[in-house]
């Protein structure tokens, strides 16, 4: 259940947000999404630090502030005082959840609560619902965790504090050679080795996939075109649900045997389909790169 007094937050690169709620509700998980969401993080600053960081000219990008009854000068009145300043405007975040639902999270993780750490979880969790009640009445957005998981808790916050949910995660089209492995984080991989090889071709072979000759060599291939069809199909199905699912950063790797003609054709046909399609997107090509390092300085003429 989520409740809220404001629409859809605006003015993204000068907010500040106060992030609060019982222990065990989920404010370390939303501290977290809105770190990928391009907010500055900082977990249980004392309060009366806050001005420090707020001063000078304005930050530039939005801050999220972690707040719970473990900081050194917890105060409600002092967050009531922040949320009224006129200077800083915070808004107040609530991640609230039912006591029952606190007491298994606590009991699962075997964590001590910070207001009984010799006891049970139940008398931490009573005093600490009671001592933010009245944030909690006073809150600018309150979200009740007790039946969300991780995943769907990031795509609530994403929808009131992303500013652009359609480009949010970004992807990286690379090319490689099967002879030196695949690339480290590659998230899904294709192997174009069973495209005909533009290597066997003399004229093409000291050339690459970037070269529009390359590329037509590729593509006159029979089953070029129904390979790529089908990439791009999987590829326009699983990138929305990567990035429902809160992954900011997904790589899609081409092989082939030297990284040179084939992988490079097709990292480039399908970087431009993914950036017409709206993706924020990205190309490598591993073994070119290499390979440029490697190549003697030309002399300047």
Same mark, same amino acid.
């Given at each position: ?147 969300? =998981? ?97 992954? =900011? ?53």
């Amino acid at each position: 259940m989520t409740q809220d007094i404001a629409e859809p937050f605006d003015d993204h690169g000068n907010r500040v947000v106060l992030v609060t709620g019982p222990s065990g509700a989920g404010r370390s998980t939303a501290i977290n999404v809105l770190e990928d969401l391009g907010f500055e993080a900082i977990d249980n600053l004392p309060l009366s630090l806050l001005p420090r960081v707020l001063d000078g000219p304005p930050l530039g990008h939005p801050l999220a502030l972690g707040l719970d009854v473990r900081n050194r000068d917890f105060s409600v009145n002092a967050i009531f005082d922040l949320t009224q300043d006129p200077c800083i405007g915070a808004e107040l975040l609530y991640l609230d959840c039912h006591p029952e639902i606190l007491r298994r999270r606590f009991s699962e993780t075997r964590r001590r609560h910070p207001l009984a750490p010799t006891g049970g979880p139940e008398t931490g969790i009573e005093l600490e619902i009671d001592l933010l009640g009245p944030l909690r009445s006073r809150a600018t957005l309150l979200i009740d965790t007790s039946e969300l =998981t991780p995943h769907e808790l990031r795509a609530e916050l994403q929808r009131w504090f992303d500013p652009d949910p359609g480009s949010r995660m970004s992807v990286l089209v690379q090319s490689f050679s099967y002879k030196r492995g695949l690339p480290r984080g590659v998230d899904l991989a294709f192997d174009c080795r069973c495209l005909r090889n533009p290597h066997w071709d003399p004229d093409l072979r000291p050339l690459d996939g970037r070269d529009l000759r390359v590329q037509s060599h590729v593509e006159a291939d029979p089953r070029s075109p129904e390979f790529f069809r089908l990439i791009a199909d999987l590829a326009e199905l699983m990138l929305p649900a990567y990035r429902d699912e809160g992954k =900011t950063h997904l790589t899609i790797g081409f092989g082939c045997t030297g990284g040179q003609h084939r992988s490079v054709a097709l990292t480039e046909k399908l970087a431009k389909v993914l950036a017409k399609a709206g993706w924020q997107v990205s190309k490598r090509h591993r073994e070119l790169e290499r390979r440029a390092r490697s190549a003697p300085p030309q002399a300047l003429g």
